[in-house]
């Protein structure tokens, strides 16, 4: 059986029991290796562009395909799209870009349907209509069962359009006068409240068949300003990381959140590189001491803070190396420097064929594990 199957059943336990550790334990109990041997094999034969483009997710403009992105994803040098505001005009022709764009031909192994995100947190960040109809603060003052029927009406939301990845919720623990409690994207002031109220929100999209991305690790509620538009220290120390704005996402962990999104910020306290670039945060902290087997994924690498960094091929194979599995890009042309940069490094020796098959192998399973999901029935509430 699947990681990622063993994953989203102790997400369903989870939300009928309420209790993350007793879902923990039973999903430990039904055993089976962390993945299939026929799935193992399909990251392990991919030619280098094709393992490569299991790590690139890109943006595009409108409701237009461009020939650009249709070569790169029928390539197989594309894994997923991020969209935004501007796809979707109105429902109708969202779904129709999304129907377009899984329509396109895939090589052989990389036929499973494409990774479909979108911001969809609800209060001031939503790209679509509907659910939810409520901000991460007010879901976190109304508590979990409240949060929970948020996220099972984003699911139905999201699932008819072809969504299959919410960027959300948020599990940064918000500071007074930080960016996150500003635009009340924060589910609480405390640890304890953030988990108790985001991850039921977690459950209801994930047992409405859309993938939950718990994000910034490891926590951007002591920022001053969005990363968007702006580098942000976060000179917290090391001890208040784990004890306070990591805490919730051990609790994701427990109940078998499918992504992480690791923020672009900088945590000096535990590294001096951005936490997407940084090994002691993507790797350590959040694989080794939190226990993350499912898929990472960066904030967007095309923003003023990763341009003080680097351009899209530095910043790419940064992450990587990092241990980050999935890069995310705003626009296709950064995206293809990004793929060109990993096909050059891999095929070069300089990043571990190894890792990257494991990460690669990882977003495929949960593109497999996204395939099987049912389909909102309509009448559903959104």
Request: charged share 20%; proline share 7%; hydrophobic share 45%.
């Amino acid at each position: 059986m699947e990681r990622s199957r063993i994953r989203r059943r102790r997400l369903a336990l989870g939300a009928l029991s309420g209790l993350a550790v007793g879902a923990f334990a039973l999903g430990a109990s039904l055993g089976g290796s962390p993945t299939s041997e026929v799935e193992v094999e399909v990251a392990s034969t991919l030619s280098v562009p094709r393992l490569a483009g299991e790590r690139i997710v890109t943006g595009l403009n409108g409701t237009t395909v461009t020939p650009a992105l249709e070569r790169a994803i029928g390539a197989g040098h594309v894994a997923g799209v991020v969209l935004f505001a501007d796809n979707f005009p109105s429902r109708e022709a969202g779904r129709r870009l999304i129907a377009r764009l899984q329509a396109i031909r895939r090589p052989p192994g990389l036929r499973e349907p494409l990774l479909v995100m979108v911001d969809q947190e609800g209060g001031l960040v939503k790209r679509v209509g509907g659910a939810p109809t409520a901000s991460a603060q007010e879901m976190g003052a109304r508590g979990a069962a409240f949060s929970r029927e948020q996220g099972r009406r984003t699911a139905a939301n999201l699932r008819p359009l072809g969504v299959n990845v919410d960027l959300a919720p948020v599990l940064d623990v918000a500071r007074p006068g930080g960016t996150i409690a500003v635009a009340e994207r924060g589910f609480g002031t405390t640890p304890e409240r953030v988990a108790a109220t985001a991850i039921p929100f977690a459950v209801g999209l994930q047992g409405g068949g859309v993938a939950a991305t718990a994000k910034h690790f490891p926590g951007l509620g002591a920022a001053a300003e969005n990363t968007d538009f702006a580098v942000q220290r976060i000179g917290l120390p090391r001890q208040t990381l784990r004890d306070v704005d990591e805490a919730p996402y051990r609790a994701f962990v427990t109940v078998g959140g499918d992504l992480v999104m690791l923020s672009t910020a900088i945590y000096p306290a535990l590294s001096p590189d951005p936490a997407a670039f940084s090994r002691a945060i993507a790797t350590g902290e959040l694989r080794t001491r939190l226990g993350f087997d499912g898929v990472s994924i960066t904030d967007a690498l095309d923003t003023v803070a990763v341009r003080a960094f680097g351009g899209p091929a530095k910043s790419a194979v940064a992450a990587a190396r990092a241990g980050s599995d999935l890069l995310l890009f705003t626009a296709l042309g950064p995206a293809e420097r990004a793929w060109r940069a990993l096909s050059a490094r891999l095929r070069a020796g300089s990043l571990a064929r190894a890792e990257f098959e494991a990460a690669a192998q990882r977003v495929l399973d949960l593109r497999h594990d996204l395939a099987g999901q049912p389909q909102p029935q309509p009448g559903q509430p959104g």
